[in-house]
């Protein structure tokens, strides 16, 4: 990174580089909250870059000195875990787009999906996603579900859910969020959400919300 993009590396809602959030997303608060954090210890983070090279993060913490400090191990107890519902034990017979800039996450929602016996179809951002629809539409047959992520470059997920009932998309929306306040929840349902979950996402949650809306139905 270049001197200009370091300095304000730390900056929230900040990435150092454009091409990062439109190549993968990010609210730039992962680096301001944990200099926060290092600063309340008595401590700091910085960074050593260079262009083409690569990086180097540093987090020291300043401690207290004290004498006869005894260094303690924790007794480790193991408690097992309640048996929770998994994919496995789901078997949805529907279609699923599923909206995300990230791979790696449309590819791990793509197989626990794939477990309980849904097809999945995807769309990398928001304008794909309605092109999509609408050409589904055309043909009069269109996936069950939408799970829209909320954060992503080009057209945002509240602008998608408008836009994509606006062309007729009249089945179960799910807004997936890392925001956690109210109002952003309500702003969801209010541009034609069903539903939300807030990342991190459990898939038992997930799949019972899925199935939920797949028994349901809604016509087209």
């Known amino acids: 990174m270049t001197p200009k993009q370091q300095s304000h590396l730390f900056q929230s809602f900040s990435q150092g580089d454009a091409s990062v959030t439109r190549n993968y997303g990010g609210t730039g608060l992962g680096l301001a909250i944990s200099q926060r954090?290092?600063?309340?210890?008595?401590?700091?983070?910085?960074v050593s870059s260079k262009p083409g090279e690569g990086s180097t993060?540093?987090?020291?913490?300043?401690?207290?000195?004290r004498e006869n400090v005894k260094i303690t191990s924790?007794?480790?107890e193991v408690v097992p875990i309640k048996a929770i519902t998994t994919s496995r034990e789901y078997q949805l017979q529907c279609r699923v787009l599923i909206v995300d800039d990230q791979r790696d996450v449309r590819h791990l929602t793509h197989l626990l999906?794939?477990?309980?016996g849904i097809e999945?179809?995807?769309?990398?951002?928001?304008?794909?996603?309605?092109?999509?629809?609408?050409?589904q539409l055309q043909n009069g047959l269109t996936v069950d579900l939408i799970l829209l992520d909320m954060q992503m470059?080009?057209?945002?997920?509240?602008?998608?859910?408008a836009r994509l009932r606006e062309i007729g998309f009249r089945r179960a929306i799910m807004a997936l969020t890392s925001d956690a306040m109210q109002g952003d929840m309500n702003r969801c349902l209010e541009l034609g959400c069903d539903d939300y979950l807030s990342k991190p996402i459990h898939s038992s949650e997930l799949l019972e919300m899925i199935s939920r809306y797949i028994s349901q139905g809604r016509d087209l």
């Not at 954090?37 to 910085?46: F, H, P, T, Y």
């Not at 993060?57 to 000195?65: E, K, R």
């Open 120 to 135: 999945t179809e995807f769309a990398e951002d928001r304008i794909q996603a309605v092109e999509l629809i609408e050409n």
């Open 74 to 76: 924790p007794n480790l």
């Open 57 to 65: 993060f540093s987090c020291t913490i300043n401690l207290p000195v």
């Open 113 to 116: 999906l794939q477990r309980a």
């Open 153 to 161: 470059p080009r057209m945002d997920g509240y602008q998608a859910a």
């Open 37 to 46: 954090l290092a600063v309340m210890l008595n401590g700091n983070i910085s």
